[in-house]
Nanobody
Framework: VQLQASGGGLVQAGGSLRLSCVAS????????MGWFRQAPGKEREFVSA????????LYADSVKGRFTISRDNAKNTLYLQMNGLKPEDTANYYC?????????????????WGQGTQVTVSS
């Protein structure tokens, strides 16, 4: 599975962005998917995850109520709608495919990682 994330950019605080992640390969529709992020000098952290059919979603407390994860299995695409962005959301965002059908908060559950897309939120 290869993952290509896009949609990052520079936005003012309070603004919105939608990240997309296109997956190539035959495993996408059977895999849980997730978004993680990493800011300079900080450890990678979980953002959100979704099960193979979209029926189960997980969010980090820091983004709950502001971010929405979704997927379109027909298009092999994962999305992250980010509203109410804050400067602390600034990071490189990575999409990832799990080794199982459900999403997870643990990075160790994911076997495939994209290259990341940079999100910068100005105050």
């Amino acid at each position: 599975v290869q993952l290509q994330a896009s949609g990052g950019g520079l936005v003012q605080a309070g603004g919105s962005l939608r990240l997309s992640c296109v997956a190539s390969g035959r495993l996408f529709s059977n895999n849980g998917m997730g978004w993680f992020r990493q800011a300079p000098g900080k450890e990678r952290e979980f953002v959100s995850a979704i099960s193979w059919n979209g029926g189960s979603k997980l969010y980090a407390d820091s983004v709950k109520g502001r971010f929405t994860i979704s997927r379109d299995n027909a298009k092999n695409t994962l999305y992250l709608q980010m509203n109410g962005l804050k400067p602390e959301d600034t990071a490189n965002y990575y999409c990832t495919a799990a080794r199982r059908a459900l999403g997870s908060r643990g990075a160790h559950e994911y076997g495939y990682w994209g290259q990341g897309t940079q999100v910068t939120v100005s105050s």
